[in-house]
């Protein structure tokens, strides 16, 4: 039964999946909540497994997801919803030749989506800023958790330094201080 | 048919070598895939292959799984678009799915926990640091700073499902762009300057 649920729910996610990666971070985390498979901090975890990780994070996060919640079957069946959508889409528009990216109503489409996907990713980062305890009382702890997220973000921002040294370093400094 | 078989395996192998090295999310695939498949293979032109990438930021998916699934059945229809696919995925797979046993091992370990205490702040700046990146291609005009508000809004005070947000914004972009053609109004649909990046 748990088998089904999940493919039905990365399915969904697959086909929605515009933009790709931490747009679908959001989708996910309300999915995996609303079904009680995990809170928003332990899908944090995943976040932060899944960019250690090679490949792209939703198919990662899906994987992780899958395994957590019916081990070795969930993660096949998760995997296989969420890639099911793209390329059945893929092989329809390679079948007919048809230049989806040029067309107007394509245009028009994805002029509206791509902001709607930055408000679902900024969404994302202040739905997990809250949950895992940067926002809120006036605390050692808040502050501490504040000054690694705005060293993290100078860093990806100004010193592009690469994301899993930035998950690595940030790591290093927790078991140091916490 | 020998001749199909032997370009399958290629397909396959080209990808599952390398979907384990490239650590970054999709985009950092991008460079391995041009080297593999034009440099080495020689199995297209770099035009053809520029045209691969833009097509599969248009359809749902990780851009990396997607190109690769275009690539594959290029050369080889749906098995070769399978091949690519299954190719891609199969390493991941195997990685995630042993980083997550080892995950639930030591998750409880004190210097563990302290450890993702200090990275989840850091994967909230990830998470910014995406929304910077996609935001400076998305937002260059009114029209589309008005979108982005609104679906941070409606997603904190009414806590719509994001899935539903989603298929409003493709209805929306189109309404609003025949709204705007029917005002005499013209819209850029993207970005000028820059290569529009959705991922």
């Known amino acids: 039964m748990e088998l089904i649920t999940l493919f039905w729910t990365f399915l969904m996610v697959g086909f929605v999946s515009f933009g790709g990666g931490y747009a679908m971070l959001p989708v996910i985390e309300t999915e995996v909540t609303s079904h009680g498979w995990m809170t928003t901090q332990e899908f944090t975890d995943v976040i932060a497994v899944a960019g250690m990780s090679p490949g792209p994070i939703a198919t990662n996060s899906a994987i992780f997801v899958g395994y957590h919640v019916a081990s070795l079957p969930g993660a096949v069946v998760s995997t296989i919803g969420m890639v099911i959508p793209s390329l059945l889409l893929i092989l329809i528009i390679s079948a007919f030749f048809f230049r989806i990216n040029q067309h107007t109503l394509v245009k028009s489409a994805l002029y509206g989506l791509r902001p709607i996907i930055t408000g679902l990713i900024i969404y994302a980062a202040i739905k997990f800023a809250s949950s895992n305890e940067m926002i809120g009382a006036f605390s050692w702890h808040t502050i501490s958790l504040f000054l690694i997220f705005f060293i993290a973000l100078l860093a990806l921002v100004k010193w592009k330094i690469h994301p899993v040294f930035v998950i690595l370093i940030s790591g290093i400094i927790g078991m140091t201080i916490y | ?199």
């Not at chain 2, 290629?10 to 391995?32: D, E, H, N, W």
């Open chain 2, 1 to 199: 048919m020998i001749n199909k078989r032997k370009i399958l395996l290629q397909v396959f192998f080209s990808f599952f070598k390398i979907s384990p090295i490239t650590f970054g999310g999709g985009y950092a695939m991008i460079p391995m895939i041009e080297k593999e498949v034009i440099e080495k293979r020689k199995w297209m032109e770099m035009k053809d292959l520029s045209e691969i990438f833009a097509l599969a930021q248009s359809v749902p998916g990780a851009i990396a799984v997607n190109s690769a699934t275009f690539i594959g059945y290029r050369l080889g229809g749906v098995s070769g678009s399978l091949a690519a696919l299954i190719g891609i995925l199969i390493p991941n797979f195997i990685i995630v799915v042993l980083l997550s046993i080892l995950f639930v091992l030591v998750k409880d370990n004190p210097a563990v926990a302290a450890a993702f205490t200090g990275i989840r702040p850091a994967i909230v700046a990830l998470i910014v640091y995406a929304a910077y990146r996609i935001g400076r291609t998305a937002i260059y005009d009114k029209t589309t700073l008005i979108i982005g508000i609104v679906t941070v809004g409606l997603l904190l005070i009414l806590k719509i499902h994001p899935v539903i947000i989603i298929f409003a914004g493709i209805g929306v972009g189109i309404i609003v762009v025949k709204i705007k053609n029917w005002l005499g109004i013209i819209t850029n649909l993207e970005k000028k300057e820059e290569h529009t990046l959705l991922d």
